[in-house]
Each structure stands twice: as structure tokens, then as C-alpha cells.
């Protein structure tokens, strides 16, 4: 009997097995997101440009109490941010006592102008701040 010798793979085969390998990871993700809907108008805490939404810090949307620190630029909500982590009281009210931030009632309407990548700017629709603009975290925007 003859012995048949195994040749190694070739390595445009390998490319071709490792590049439909990424391609099935990159694209399964984003064809099931169109399936399921996402992306579509408001998302899950990606709140869209030029869309109205109630500005609210509390899990429960429907519990309006207490107020929201409105950082004014992206700079000082990032400083905010790292008091609030601290909780840095003191931190945070020199930024309101220095014009960095101020506050809103929760469950107030804001609209979205802008965005980075985990904040958006709002301008604040009613109210005795109207039209103010600042930033906050995605997640305080229902």
C-alpha cells in the first residue's frame, strides 16, 4: 500500500478561513441589532440628537425629587464625574459657587444638541434655567 502524504495547509487558506472568521464576529452582532431594532430612534442609554427627553438621575422615572448638577462643558463634567465617584460635596458646590455647573429639577424636559461618546449636551427646555446648555451622562436622559 502506498503512503499518501498530508500537505500542511496552504497559507491563503488559512487568511481565508481567519478572515470569514472576523467577518462572522464583526457582523453577527450588527445583524442582529437591525433585527431586534436597535438603533432605531431612542436606544437603551444612546440617547439621539435633536430628540426631547426628561432629565432624571433616579431609577424610578416616575420619583421627580432632588435636583441635577449640570456641568456647563465637557471639562467640568468629567471633574464632576470624579467628585461625584469621591463624593466630594465641597468639590461639587465650587463648581456651582464658580458658574461650572448648576442644578435643575429632576423630570425636567431637555433636548439633546450634541454628543460624546458616553454625555450628551442638553439645552433645557422649561423651567428657570430655559435654555441653559451643559452636559450629563447618558443614563440621567428617559
Avoid at 9 to 16: E, G, I
Avoid at 22 to 28: D, L, N, Q, R, S
Avoid at 40 to 45: A, C, E, M, R, V
Wanted: aromatic share 8%; proline share 5%; glycine share 8%.
Amino acid at each position: 500500500m502506498e503512503e499518501v502524504k498530508k500537505e500542511p495547509p496552504r497559507k491563503s487558506h488559512l487568511l481565508r478561513v481567519l478572515f470569514i472568521s472576523i467577518g462572522i464576529i464583526i457582523f453577527v452582532p450588527f445583524i442582529v441589532g437591525l433585527s431586534t431594532g436597535a438603533g432605531k430612534g431612542k436606544t437603551l442609554n444612546q440617547p439621539q440628537i435633536g430628540e426631547t427627553y426628561t432629565l432624571n438621575y433616579n431609577d424610578d422615572v416616575s420619583n421627580c425629587d432632588g435636583k441635577v448638577v449640570v456641568p456647563i462643558d465637557e471639562k467640568s463634567q468629567e471633574a464632576y464625574g470624579k467628585a461625584a465617584v469621591a463624593k466630594d460635596n465641597e468639590e461639587i458646590a465650587m463648581m456651582v459657587l464658580e458658574g461650572n455647573a448648576f442644578f435643575v429639577p429632576n423630570c425636567t424636559t431637555v433636548k439633546v444638541i450634541d454628543r460624546n461618546m458616553y454625555i450628551r449636551k442638553i439645552r433645557i427646555m422649561d423651567g428657570e434655567q430655559t435654555l441653559k446648555t451643559g452636559w450629563v451622562p447618558n443614563e440621567y436622559l428617559k
